[in-house]
């Protein structure tokens, strides 16, 4: 058997951060199996369906760098194959015409809920003669449901789940309007998919019992389900906006690496052992649904901040060059030079132990390319005193006539000026610091003196010290 997994988000808004991890679930599961992972837009709710998230759903899916197998399924574009299937389960005898006008409904609800039980449809027209039907009412087909026994979902995740049929009542199939239901066009579209494992949230476990009598009325396998756990925000609630960025785009832009994103999705929910930094190659091989547990995941922005922190470190160069320079030219306003783009190459290894995101690691780096007089920030301004610029002053003229112009050079140039003057390295270091980046953080200053070259470290101290 080839496992296929699917992935099937409504185009209603963004991909948010569950349905991220579900799809991440997915590929993992068939990736390590050696099998499918299919994507199906879930779009025949065309009130609320939009171009825009379609977009946002295949940007999401392409920046995780989570790629499906052959094209994506549109759902709305099938509804005559789902239509007919529910026309078929009519002439069969396994689904009825349904008569009852709105009103008829909403009194039924209503009743229900006086009398304390579930507002379910009552079932009145599931022995009636098509010809009792009113005038002018168009009718829906509606699912001929189990009345007796119980319907069992053996959830991989879940483990063994039953529900009495008496608590479900006929489902819709066809609107009057002749649109298929939601729940119809699920079950069509797996089948038709062969889809073997449905992985999704555990939001929908109620909807496996609807479906699972589906899939049996039409002669189908059901798929294996797994319905994971939801994600909840830090303080236990469930996840919201008020917990911090939701969409998974917000994320791309806050300068999270896609692979740093994977390992956090990974571990929110499933475990393997005390494991935290999972490279992909090792989640595919280790993956398996028996390992998600069964309790929601709490997601926590330090611990993924952390994470990506670690991504970074460990990137090659080549992975953070691109994006970073896209950032810094964003905000510059303008293209990097030649010369500037060596400037960063230099410093880059300094600036990656200290940056959390592609975004801090992109201003850190901006000193190197401001123009000046360089702005400075609180911190640095104040060590600006006069003994620092008298002092900066003097290891001006002596970097003026360095012979050579690299780091152990350039220390060693500075230890003899303190030393000659009867100070503390750090009572030049900082303020030379502070000069030439407008900081007092920033990568080792003999290597940013480096990366700088000699003019641009000369004309950064006498803006501050003088000529």
């Given at each position: 058997m080839t496992v296929v997994t699917r992935f099937a988000p409504s185009p209603t808004g963004y991909l948010h951060i569950g349905g991220a991890r579900t799809a991440l679930f997915n590929w993992l599961f068939a990736r390590h199996h050696q099998g499918?992972?299919?994507?199906?837009?879930?779009d025949t709710d065309r009130e609320r369906s939009t171009e825009d998230a379609v977009r946002a759903i295949l940007e999401g899916l392409r920046w995780l760098e989570l790629d499906w197998d052959g094209e994506p399924v549109f759902q709305f574009a099938r509804a005559a194959r789902h239509a007919q299937v529910a026309r078929d389960l009519l002439a069969e005898g396994k689904a009825?015409?349904?008569?009852?006008?709105?009103?008829?409904?909403?009194?039924?609800?209503?009743r229900a809920r006086a009398e304390g039980r579930s507002p379910r449809y009552d079932g009145r027209w599931r022995e009636r003669d098509p010809k009792d039907a009113p005038p002018g009412i168009k009718p829906v087909i509606r699912f001929k449901a189990p009345q007796t026994g119980e319907t069992i979902v053996e959830d991989l995740v879940q483990g063994r789940v039953a529900v009495a049929n008496a608590e479900l009542d006929d489902m819709v199939l066809l609107r009057a309007d002749g649109t298929p239901t939601y729940m119809l066009s699920v079950v069509v579209d797996d089948h038709d998919m062969d889809v073997t494992h449905a992985i999704r949230g555990d939001d929908?476990?109620?909807?496996?019992?609807?479906?699972?009598?589906?899939?049996?009325a039409c002669g189908w396998q059901p798929p294996r389900y797994a319905h994971i756990p939801l994600i909840h925000g830090?303080?236990?609630?469930k996840l919201s906006k008020r917990h911090g960025a939701v969409a998974?785009?917000?994320?791309?832009?806050?300068?999270?690496?896609?692979?740093?994103?994977?390992?956090?999705?990974?571990?929110?929910g499933w475990s393997h052992g005390d494991d935290e930094i999972i490279s992909t190659a090792l989640?595919?091989?280790?993956?398996?649904?028996?390992?998600?547990?069964?309790?929601?995941?709490r997601f926590d922005m330090e611990k993924l901040l952390s994470l990506n922190a670690h991504y970074i470190k460990d990137a090659a160069p080549e992975r953070l060059i691109p994006p970073v320079v896209a950032r810094l030219e964003a905000s510059l306003g303008r293209a990097l030079s030649p010369t500037e783009r060596a400037r960063l190459d230099a410093v880059l290894?300094?600036?990656?132990?200290?940056?959390?995101?592609?975004?801090?690691?992109?201003?850190?780096?901006?000193?190197?390319?401001?123009?000046?007089?360089?702005?400075?920030?609180?911190?640095?301004?104040?060590?600006?005193?006069?003994?620092?610029?008298?002092?900066?002053?003097?290891?001006?003229?002596?970097?003026?006539?360095?012979?050579?112009?690299?780091?152990?050079?350039?220390?060693?140039?500075?230890?003899?000026?303190?030393?000659?003057a009867g100070i503390k390295l750090g009572a030049v270091a900082q303020p030379l610091r502070a000069a030439l980046t407008g900081s007092t953080v920033s990568p080792g200053i003999f290597d940013v003196m480096v990366a700088l070259g000699r003019d641009e470290v000369l004309g950064r101290i006498g803006d501050l010290a003088g000529p």
């Amino acid at each position: 058997m080839t496992v296929v997994t699917r992935f099937a988000p409504s185009p209603t808004g963004y991909l948010h951060i569950g349905g991220a991890r579900t799809a991440l679930f997915n590929w993992l599961f068939a990736r390590h199996h050696q099998g499918k992972f299919l994507l199906r837009i879930e779009d025949t709710d065309r009130e609320r369906s939009t171009e825009d998230a379609v977009r946002a759903i295949l940007e999401g899916l392409r920046w995780l760098e989570l790629d499906w197998d052959g094209e994506p399924v549109f759902q709305f574009a099938r509804a005559a194959r789902h239509a007919q299937v529910a026309r078929d389960l009519l002439a069969e005898g396994k689904a009825y015409h349904c008569y009852c006008s709105p009103a008829e409904l909403t009194e039924m609800r209503e009743r229900a809920r006086a009398e304390g039980r579930s507002p379910r449809y009552d079932g009145r027209w599931r022995e009636r003669d098509p010809k009792d039907a009113p005038p002018g009412i168009k009718p829906v087909i509606r699912f001929k449901a189990p009345q007796t026994g119980e319907t069992i979902v053996e959830d991989l995740v879940q483990g063994r789940v039953a529900v009495a049929n008496a608590e479900l009542d006929d489902m819709v199939l066809l609107r009057a309007d002749g649109t298929p239901t939601y729940m119809l066009s699920v079950v069509v579209d797996d089948h038709d998919m062969d889809v073997t494992h449905a992985i999704r949230g555990d939001d929908h476990l109620t909807n496996a019992f609807r479906q699972t009598q589906l899939f049996l009325a039409c002669g189908w396998q059901p798929p294996r389900y797994a319905h994971i756990p939801l994600i909840h925000g830090a303080d236990g609630a469930k996840l919201s906006k008020r917990h911090g960025a939701v969409a998974l785009d917000a994320y791309a832009t806050m300068g999270l690496l896609p692979e740093a994103m994977r390992n956090y999705l990974l571990r929110l929910g499933w475990s393997h052992g005390d494991d935290e930094i999972i490279s992909t190659a090792l989640a595919i091989d280790w993956f398996g649904l028996e390992a998600v547990g069964r309790s929601p995941a709490r997601f926590d922005m330090e611990k993924l901040l952390s994470l990506n922190a670690h991504y970074i470190k460990d990137a090659a160069p080549e992975r953070l060059i691109p994006p970073v320079v896209a950032r810094l030219e964003a905000s510059l306003g303008r293209a990097l030079s030649p010369t500037e783009r060596a400037r960063l190459d230099a410093v880059l290894p300094g600036l990656r132990p200290r940056a959390r995101s592609l975004i801090e690691l992109a201003d850190g780096a901006l000193f190197l390319f401001r123009a000046r007089p360089l702005p400075l920030d609180a911190a640095a301004s104040k060590l600006m005193s006069d003994d620092a610029r008298r002092l900066l002053g003097a290891l001006k003229a002596k970097l003026a006539v360095l012979p050579a112009w690299d780091a152990a050079a350039l220390e060693a140039c500075v230890r003899l000026h303190v030393e000659g003057a009867g100070i503390k390295l750090g009572a030049v270091a900082q303020p030379l610091r502070a000069a030439l980046t407008g900081s007092t953080v920033s990568p080792g200053i003999f290597d940013v003196m480096v990366a700088l070259g000699r003019d641009e470290v000369l004309g950064r101290i006498g803006d501050l010290a003088g000529p």
